[in-house]
């Protein structure tokens, strides 16, 4: 089962023991093959924009060769024209072209972070629990907008540079083997120093997202916790490690263009070398059979040589840093579902509401068991309350029926029903869950209400807020349900809350219903109103309770936890016979 | 100030960098008309003119040119981004900084995505402006001109009329500046509600999954991506309506160097010579023409970042310190509430009402009172996380709107009922107000909020690193952290805002007694549903509507048989009239 792994932190880079291989590339290239037709199609038009922009240098040879000696003034004005006209075709192919690969690019990112996103629904709480927001926040946004220009731009630009390299060689060796064999003499030298350069290059852009995704993560929290900040008066602290945050991005920054920048340097280098070798080579006589006519021709060609090899030194730098981001992309694309639906599972029928857990084993971090041999049994409507100390594992209990953990060993039933063989989302949308934590979207009250269930009707959701007499406070809000809540519900206070998060679970009219500390932040005489109407709907559904004020639990059959199983179980009255602890819990409640 | 003041203000460090930088890439230019110039000699001089002993110094002039060239064009690259790198950072810093300085009104206003955006995004179009665009707009205008004095001085009429699209291209200049913004605000709009979307589904996972919102998540955000990249689309469509017409005159410019300069020639007012100076020269005009374009076009987007990142820059928290701010010797921790209203910026009736309160130093003081009746607001006046409308918080006497904000907040301190933990060690959580702080007193404070027990359960004790907001522990576990934070702060007064809601009560009766064992007593503040909870407390005061309705000790409130008594029945499951139930 799955085992819990180390949290990440915001100053811990994550590292990835991936070495550098195409799969990245290939694994992208399922985004790209869906308009390969598109992207063929500009990569056409591209070479035919290559071919007209060929053309054009002619038209300054045959001015200067001809109509200028010959005084044709007319061949002039025909030349301007042809001219014009080869420029404009250039430009509207061009313009097509963009247009291509600009809808295509943004298609495909938009792609990408479609899947990002729906993996990240389906990715359990672990996830989420074990690495700081910011980071995950960054990949689905920043990361998927870096590599939009290359799955598309970049990947026409390689071909037809590529086809452009090859053309310019077939004409060099046309033109004069020997001159070609020296030109190319230089291409293992670069070879080798793109060899040399690429591991160390891609650590660098490693580094670099991962400085990156550590300061964004630094900022997420520190934006979220800035209330406990300013509070503790730990505001020139936290500069201090922002300041070194933001100097690490920099640093790795550099470091990356360190060595990025030399690529360029590197080919203008070479490209002089070899036009020097040539004009040496004319000029010592070394080639006796080679005449200055075709050096001449043959420097043109050296010149149009390296200008491929330029475009795709860049074009490398960029697959580079678009490896680099695709590896964080699609290594959370990578990050097991492990809570999904088995092999064969079916929509678990509708629920009457008998639940068993039998001899369960839990452990959220490997042999640190929080639950062991547990067994719990709940009839079709019954209320069960759980009651033990803080951290006893109660939270967990409702949890692991809900499964958003899978158990080590033992079985969880509903209705004979293992919770294994069945849907997740045929289990959930019959549970009703009130968290501990309750979190509010923005957008207003009803809006929050609306989520327990979206097609429900203005009336149902009023409904609901009047059940958990939530709709006292509300009508009483200058916008009512239509207040807009702010970001995790600040403007509310945490009793108002937990009303709106209770209605919510109310609206989406569970048949197994879950409170958690539902009630905590609520003064006891609204409590008591609610348990009130409470009562009405509970009736014919299986509830579990968790509660500390053990005043509103009385109606339940209690299960106290403790020792990581269920050691008590009864009525109140039966328990308080027991003398047991909870009697004894009871009785410090009382003064 | 404008953006592109604000940036090279705080660029200002680093213009000696960017300024060589720039310098440097010139001179690239020029070693790259040189080399070619060279290599001519060679034809010229040693292959058609046969001195031969030219050959080697010639080479090795071309050797150093193309050394050289590269020499510069890789330093000045490092120095401008050295430049650009160092002006971001600093910028960073600087809007950090800033956002610390805050309230909570801005932080209730401004969505977390929506700044995270600024700082991201928005940055690296700052870092684009610091990188390309400023260089681009320098060297390319320095280029124009020179070419330009080069061919008045040659033919003056040529120039001219290659000029001639100049008009144009600064009219079409101007279309782009105005039509190409508005998409540019699109987008920005689009990634930040994006982003502003996927931070709250992070944050909300665990409601998304318990309701199976899975699907309805990923609609909305569908329809947030598709919007993105539909104004993504839509921008190159409106930049290519322009792009390609720019791009077209500053190809016709060489046409006109061909046509006219080929009449020129053939009427003999030019040489041949002169015209191929002019057409070898013509990328000096048509390069910075089909670039002024593009230079405009990211300036737009440019400034559609950096105003919103301006707004960080510019804003000004609404609680701030006083002119010649008060700060204190030795505090004692006296607090009193004189008169006191509150009433939220938006709201129309006050959240509370001539509120009257008194705690001595070392004092307890309960607050209790219904949901939603100004508790939390109560409190959060002492340390300023809001002002009074009227009347005066005082503590020691003093006015806490006169306290310095920092000294303030060294005096007054918190557990707040959202518990925020960071994720980060739970040492480093405790010792958050003070990362110095010895490993003693870390344990210390963890033993009297009775986290030190399940703490050293955890597989690395005080070293387990937790989740953001403290995921992977159960509410009254965070709460206790919290708890154990706040003493680690000692500090002369303490707010507990319903700290132990979620804690089971033998353990609360633990810590009240840790509490009170203290050597040094902080003046307490405890908010609370739990009669459990207050009923040590000196005093206690119950807030309903607004209004303090009844204080005094639990002995007094049981005596007065109103809102504290009625509740104390209910928690012990007595009936009002006296038995048990």
């Known amino acids: 089962m799955d085992v819990r792994k180390k949290r990440n932190k915001f100053n811990v880079d994550e590292e990835l023991d991936t070495p550098f291989d195409a799969t990245h590339l290939k694994r992208s290239f399922k985004y790209i093959k869906r308009y390969g037709k598109s992207l063929l199609f500009a990569l056409f038009l591209s070479v035919i924009s290559t071919i007209l922009s060929l053309i054009t240098p002619q038209f300054s040879g045959l001015v200067v060769d001809e109509y200028i000696p010959a005084g044709n003034v007319r061949g002039l004005f025909i030349m301007a024209a042809c001219f014009v006209v080869i ?76 086809f452009s390299l090859t053309a310019i060689i077939i004409f060099m060796f046309i033109t004069s083997t020997k001159l070609t064999l020296l030109t190319l003499t230089t291409m293992p030298i670069f070879v080798i120093f793109i060899v040399l350069v690429k591991s160390p290059q891609r650590r660098a852009r490693q580094k670099l997202s991962n400085k990156n995704s550590n300061i964004n993560a630094y900022l997420h929290e520190s934006i979220n916790g800035m209330k406990v900040t300013q509070s503790f008066d730990r505001e020139a602290v936290n500069y201090e490690i922002y300041s070194g945050l933001a100097q690490e ?116 971090e490997k042999d640190v068991n929080v639950l062991e041999h547990m067994n719990l049994c709940a009839e079709p409507g019954e209320s069960i309350a ?62 929050n209400i609306r989520y327990g269930r979206l097609d429900a009707t203005d009336e149902e959701v009023y409904a609901a807020a009047r059940a958990v007499h939530a709709d006292d406070f509300i009508s009483q809000l200058p916008d009512g349900y239509r207040t807009e809540v702010k970001e995790r519900g600040a403007s509310l206070s945490a009793g108002q809350r937990q009303l709106i998060s209770f209605a919510r679970t109310l609206l989406a009219d569970p048949r197994i219903l879950i409170l958690d500390e539902a009630t905590s932040a609520i003064d006891t005489k609204t409590e008591l109103l609610v348990q009130q109407g409470l009562q009405a709907l509970l009736k014919g559904r299986t509830s579990f309770i968790i509660a500390h004020r053990l005043s509103t639990i009385k109606n339940c059959r209690i299960l106290y936890v ?12 039966e328990l308080l016979a027991l003398h047991g602890r909870y009697y004894e819990l009871y009785t410090s409640q009382l003064d | 100030m404008g953006p592109v003041r604000w940036v090279m203000s705080t660029a200002r460090e680093n213009t000696g960098k ?83 300085k805050m309230d909570q009104n801005y932080y209730g206003a401004n969505r977390t995505g929506d700044l995270m955006m600024k700082l991201t995004g928005d940055l690296d179009w700052v870092r684009h402006f610091t990188i390309f665009l400023i260089p681009q707009s320098i060297t390319n205008f320095l280029t124009f001109i020179a070419t330009l004095v080069i061919f ?75 919007a993105f990249r539909n104004a993504s689309i839509n921008t190159v469509r409106t930049w290519q309506r322009y792009a390609p017409i720019l791009d077209g005159f500053s190809n016709c410019l060489t046409v006109i160097l061909l046509l006219f300069g080929g009449i020129f020639c053939i009427n003999g007012t030019m040489t041949l010579g002169d015209l191929s100076l002019f057409l070898s020269l013509a990328w000096g005009l048509n390069g910075p023409m089909n670039m002024i374009g593009t230079v405009i076009n990211d300036y737009q987007r440019f400034l559609a970042s950096a105003e919103k990142i301006m707004t960080i820059y510019y804003a000004k928290p609404d609680i701030e310190n006083q002119a010649q701010p008060y700060i204190p010797d030795s505090p004692k921790g006296e607090i009193e509430f ?51 409308s009227k009347g005066g918080v005082f503590i020691d006497g003093v006015d806490v709107r006169k306290y310095e904000l920092n000294a303030l907040h060294g005096i007054v301190g918190m557990s707040m009922q959202d518990v925020f933990l960071f994720s980060e060690t739970i040492d480093a959580n405790i010792s958050y107000g003070d990362p110095e702080m010895p490993e003693e007193r870390v344990i210390a404070c963890a ?61 609360e009766a633990y810590i009240q007694e840790r509490l009170r064992a203290r050597k040094k007593k902080a003046t307490t503040l405890i908010v609370a549903q739990r009669i459990s909870s207050v009923k040590e407390a000196d005093c206690i005061y119950i807030l309903e509507n607004g209004r303090v309705s009844e204080y005094g000790t639990h002995e007094e409130l049981l005596k007065k048989r109103g809102y504290y008594y009625s509740v104390y029945c209910l928690q012990n499951g007595i009936t009002e009239e006296g038995g048990v139930n």
């Open chain 2, 338 to 388: 004189r008169h006191v209203e509150y009433k939220y910026p938006s709201g129309k009736a006050p959240v509370l009402m001539d509120i009257n309160l008194k705690a001595k130093a070392g004092q307890t003081i309960g607050i209790m009172g219904p949901t939603g009746c100004g508790k939390t607001t109560l409190i959060s006046l002492i340390p300023r996380f809001m002002d009074v």
């Open chain 1, 562 to 573: 403790a020792d990581k199983q269920i050691v008590e179980n009864g009525t109140h009255e």
């Open chain 1, 249 to 364: 991005v920099r640093n790795a920054w550099m470091k990356a263009v360190l060595i990025s920048g030399t690529i360029w340097p590197v080919i203008s280098l070479l490209s002089n070398t070899v036009k020097l070798g040539i004009y040496y080579s004319a000029a010592a006589n070394i080639f006796a059979d080679i005449s200055l006519g075709t050096i001449l021709v043959f420097i043109g060609y050296v010149f149009r040589f390296w200008t491929p090899i330029q475009t795709l030194g860049n074009l490398y730098n960029n697959l580079i840093n678009t490896t680099a981001y695709l590896e964080r992309i699609f290594q959370v694309l990578d990050e097991p579902i492990s809570i999904d639906d088995h092999e064969g599972a079916y929509d678990l029928p509708q629920v009457k509401g008998r639940v068993e857990f039998r001899d369960v084993t839990f452990a959220y």
């Open chain 1, 386 to 447: 759980l009651v033990g100390p803080t951290g006893a594992g109660k939270s967990t209990v409702v949890s692991l029926l809900a499964r958003f953990y899978d158990i080590q060993e033992g079985s969880i039933t509903i209705d004979g029903h293992s919770i294994y063989d069945v849907t997740i989302s045929s289990l959930r949308s019959q549970m009703g869950m009130m968290l501990q934590d309750t979190f509010l979207f923005t957008g207003t009250i009803m809006d």
């Open chain 2, 18 to 100: 960017m300024v060589v930088g720039m310098l440097l890439s010139m001179l690239c230019v020029g070693f790259n008309v040189i080399g070619p110039i060279l290599y001519a000699q060679i034809i010229d001089d040693v292959i058609e003119g046969g001195q031969a002993e030219k050959l080697m110094p010639l080479c090795i002039g071309a050797i150093a040119c193309a050394v050289l060239f590269v020499i510069c064009t890789y330093t000045s690259q490092l120095l401008l981004e050295l430049g650009s790198q160092n002006t971001e950072r600093d910028l960073r810093k600087q809007l950090y900084a800033k956002l610390q």
């Open chain 2, 152 to 226: 008045l001085f040659y033919n003056w009429q040529l120039a001219l009329m290659a000029l001639v699209f100049t008009p144009f291209t600064v009219f079409l200049t101007i279309k782009v500046r105005r039509n190409m913004r508005p998409a540019h605000d699109r987008v920005r709009e689009c990634v930040s509600q994006l982003n502003t979307l996927v931070q709250e589904n992070i944050s909300g996972n665990r409601v998304v999954k318990a309701f199976v919102r899975e699907d309805y998540e990923i609609e909305r955000f569908e329809e947030k991506n598709q």
């Open chain 1, 87 to 162: 420029v404009a075709l250039i430009i509207l192919i061009n313009r097509w072209r963009v247009l291509i690969t600009n809808r295509v690019g943004q298609t495909i990112i938009s792609e990408i972070r479609r899947d990002l996103f729906e993996h990240l629904q389906k990715l359990p709480f672990d996830y989420y629990d074990s690495r700081p927001h910011g980071k995950i926040l960054t990949r689905v946004v920043n990361y998927v907008n870096s590599v939009a220009d290359f799955l598309s731009n970049g990947i026409v630009n390689i071909i037809l540079e590529l």
């Open chain 2, 447 to 507: 033993k009297d909020a009775d986290a030190d027990g399940f703490i050293r359960r955890t597989p690395d004790g005080y070293e387990t690193v937790i989740g953001e907001r403290g995921v992977g522990l159960s509410g009254g576990q965070k709460q206790r952290i919290a708890l154990a934070r706040a003493l680690a702060y000692d500090t002369p007064i303490l707010i507990l805002d319903d700290t132990t809601s979620a804690v089971d009560m033998d353990t």
